[in-house]
């Protein structure tokens, strides 16, 4: 069977009113054929996100009509495994009674700079030691900083993060661990955005995804480029950007404010 990803707009909800949502719609799911996998719920921003196993979306959706009345504002078919991989999971967690785990993540991409020319410099086998080396460090940060790498490009990553201050802290430490451990030939460009999965494109995280590669083709070697989003999450931090102005990128009709992380404060 299909599965779909919905949205709801709550208001004054706790975690344990979406737990006993998500607790009803279970109640009554196999009468319809019907599996509620798992959901977020964001109390800062009082979104909800189900993961839902139904015949169809209209069979989804009565079993919410049926169970609680609180229908979704948007609905979007979903790869089950690319939700796993974006958010890090795709069933309830183990003894969880009332989940309080936003949806809403950090996207970052890193890319070696010149990885083409490289070969020709350094031939194959001197590329493939900068690539692994390039993997181990970007790795390790995402190990120390609470980053879930999503996959390997070939010559850069990507990867996500619930915390944008973790994911900014990430990029940072990347870059420091090229220039102290590195050999003059590696220089890596990073890029980071945020957002929700449902957004105004038809894939998951669609148009975050779409901005956080496209900051990372712009940003110059050895910068964490963001967007402003990321920028106004990250205030109260500690962390220093310097603004960059906007820039116009492809598939976005408006100019996005950017900005480049200069800086993390100590801290985890």
């Known amino acids: 069977m299909p599965f779909y990803l919905d949205r709801h707009d709550v208001s004054d909800a706790t975690p344990e009113d979406i737990a006993r949502a998500h ?38 959706l009565e079993v919410h009509r049926r169970a609680h009345g609180d229908l979704p504002s948007e609905v979007r078919p979903v790869d089950p495994d690319e939700v796993g991989a974006m958010l890090g999971r795709r069933v309830d967690p183990p003894g969880t009674a009332a989940i309080d785990e936003p949806a809403f993540r950090a996207i970052m991409f890193t890319d070696i700079v010149g990885s083409t020319e490289l070969h020709g410099a350094l031939g194959d086998q001197g590329v493939m030691e900068l690539v692994r080396l390039h993997n181990d460090i970007v790795r390790g940060a995402l190990a120390d900083h609470s980053g879930h790498e999503i996959k390997h490009t070939g010559d850069g990553f990507m990867a996500s993060f619930r915390s944008v201050a973790d994911a900014v802290r990430c990029g940072l ?96």
């Open 23 to 60: 607790s009803a719609d279970m109640a009554i799911q196999d009468s319809y054929g019907v599996r509620y996998v798992t959901y977020w719920f964001d109390y800062e921003r009082q979104h909800t996100f189900c993961l839902v196993d139904a015949p169809d979306e209209e069979t989804a």
């Open 173 to 268: 430490a990347i870059q420091d661990r090229i220039n102290a451990d590195g050999p003059e030939a590696i220089r890596v460009r990073i890029g980071l955005n945020a957002g929700e999965p449902i957004d105004d494109s038809d894939q998951l995280f669609g148009l975050s995804v779409n901005l956080a590669s496209r900051l990372c083709d712009a940003a110059g070697a050895g910068e964490v480029l963001v967007s402003d989003v990321v920028r106004g999450l990250a205030m109260g931090t500690g962390l220093r950007f310097e603004d960059r102005g906007e820039m116009q990128f492809k598939g976005f009709q408006d100019p996005i404010r950017v900005a480049c992380a200069v800086a993390a404060a100590a801290g985890p």
